[in-house]
């Protein structure tokens, strides 16, 4: 059995259920749908045996009709030997494949289907002309329905080549090489559930190691970024181009270098270039760290921060409360337009009361979708502590002065957004919203691998419609 499809003259798609048996090469049925699930192949199977009788061995292929629960089922209840073919062999199945391709070439091919009962006459024709009017050479040039009247059935026969229904080869298979891994299970000792075994490392060295796995996970940051020694991986810039700077060394890495990667990779045409000591580099941004990390200076940028918020917010009530005032007087027309539906004024079926209806039910959705929308930019409120403040400056100068690379460069990219390098100058860029993410999640957040993976949308689509405000 096997599944050919086709589509009719306006487009839909049909499929072909082909069953053929392998010994009479006779077309046992040729059913026609839109849809063939497993259920649908078991019940033809069952009236096709009620008129042919069960069969010994049934072949396919592993498709999803045909491994489903429905025909599982049907062939352990009819006692059936279903045999499937291997994957991407479809030569273990031959005498389908052969009569599918005589179908498709001689009938699908040939012919437009105008309905699917179109299509099942003439299957149906087809199939008739196939097993009483054309002779076949393995038949001895009988059709299959006088060689099938004529054949007398020898029970108890079973496959020359039980994993194919193809002949089976003339040459016996030589035996594979066995290794001595694939001996018998019972070899192998059942042991019980009291029996204890020594531990291979101690819990606190397997916890150690997995935070230490977890931190360097490639989905949480780029390996080059938790692991190399380079201090400034992944924030530093060329000020000429604002392009990414990458490691150089000189004197036979004698000397390291922070080096613009867009001229390396383009050339001058690109980028004239920027090549800075990284010693000096990574020396100058550590000194100024210490000078920017200091209370007053956070609590300024974070005070100027909330000033920026506050204003926002009060646009953001502005507006709301404009459009909550539409949505109330849109649904208060609504509500009008209602009334005078029930007290008779107004025909509902009126083509002006159908437009009013409408247009009024437009306004209110987009005001209810714009208050949505203002509602998610409304800025959370913040409370920062003098003594969270403290904390964090604290916590960020031990890790700068710190004598540990990697925890050096967690803080720094925690902290800032990027290290712009120039001839004459450095600049380093925060911003205002990092650092209050930072004092209010706490110190331990200098110490955490930041993400580089996208962050999904929560409590709505990952898509969301945006209207206008």
């Known amino acids: 059995m096997d599944f050919v499809s086709d589509q009719l003259t306006d487009g839909r798609r049909f499929r072909v259920l082909t069953v053929v048996d392998d010994c009479t090469r006779e077309c046992l049925a040729l059913i026609a749908d839109t849809s063939l699930s497993g259920a649908r192949v078991a019940r033809e199977l069952a009236t096709l045996f009620e008129a042919r009788g069960k069969p010994i061995t049934v072949v396919s292929d592993n498709g999803t009709e045909f491994t489903s629960n429905a025909i599982l089922t049907f062939a352990d209840d009819r006692k059936i030997d279903w045999h499937y073919i291997a994957p991407g062999k479809p030569t273990q199945n031959a005498f389908i494949e052969s009569f599918n391709g005589r179908l498709r070439d001689e009938l699908l091919n040939e012919t437009l289907f105008t309905s699917l009962n179109h299509a099942r006459a003439t299957l149906a024709a087809w199939r008739k002309d196939y097993n009483t009017e054309r002779p076949h050479s393995r038949l001895g040039w009988q059709t299959p329905a006088e060689f099938a009247q004529a ?6 026969l079973t496959l020359r080549n039980p994993q194919s229904s193809a002949p089976a080869p003339v040459a016996q298979p030589t035996k594979k090489w066995q290794n001595s891994n694939s001996e018998s299970c019972s070899r192998w000792i059942k042991v019980g559930g009291n029996v204890r075994f020594p531990a291979i490392i101690s819990t606190e060295e397997f916890d150690r190691v997995a935070r230490q796995l977890a931190s360097r996970n490639p989905k949480s940051q780029p390996p080059r970024i938790t692991t190399g020694s380079v201090l400034l991986t992944g924030i530093v810039k060329c000020s000429r181009c604002g392009g990414g700077m990458t490691t150089t060394t000189g004197k036979s890495g004698k000397y390291r270098y922070y080096s613009c990667m867009t001229k390396i990779r383009c050339g001058e045409t690109a980028c004239k270039g920027m090549r800075v000591p990284m010693s000096q580099a990574d020396t100058k941004v550590i000194e100024a760290m210490k000078e920017i990390l200091s209370e007053n200076r956070i609590h ?14 009060t646009d953001v009530k502005r507006l709301l409360t404009e459009r909550t005032a539409e949505l109330q007087e849109a649904e208060a027309e609504l509500g009008r337009l209602y009334q005078a539906v029930s007290k008779g004024a107004i025909d509902p079926e009126d083509q002006v009361f159908i437009a009013c209806q409408s247009g009024i039910d437009l306004r209110r959705q987009r005001a209810r979708s714009a208050i949505e929308v203002l509602k998610r930019r409304l800025p959370a409120e913040t409370y920062l502590e003098t003594e969270r403040v403290a904390r964090l400056v604290q916590e960020a100068k031990n890790i700068v002065t710190s004598d540990e690379p990697n925890l050096k460069k967690r803080a720094l990219s925690n902290i800032l957004d990027y290290v712009e390098i120039d001839e004459r100058k450095i600049t380093i860029v925060t911003s205002a919203k990092r650092l209050t993410h930072i004092v ?3 110190p331990d957040q200098l110490r955490s691998v930041p993400t580089f993976v996208r962050e999904w949308r929560r409590r709505w689509a990952c898509r969301p419609t945006f209207s206008s405000i």
């Open 151 to 156: 054949f007398t059935p020898q029970p108890g």
């Open 300 to 313: 300024e940028v974070i005070r100027r921060r909330e000033d920026a918020a506050n204003i926002e917010k």
């Open 440 to 442: 209010t999640t706490g």
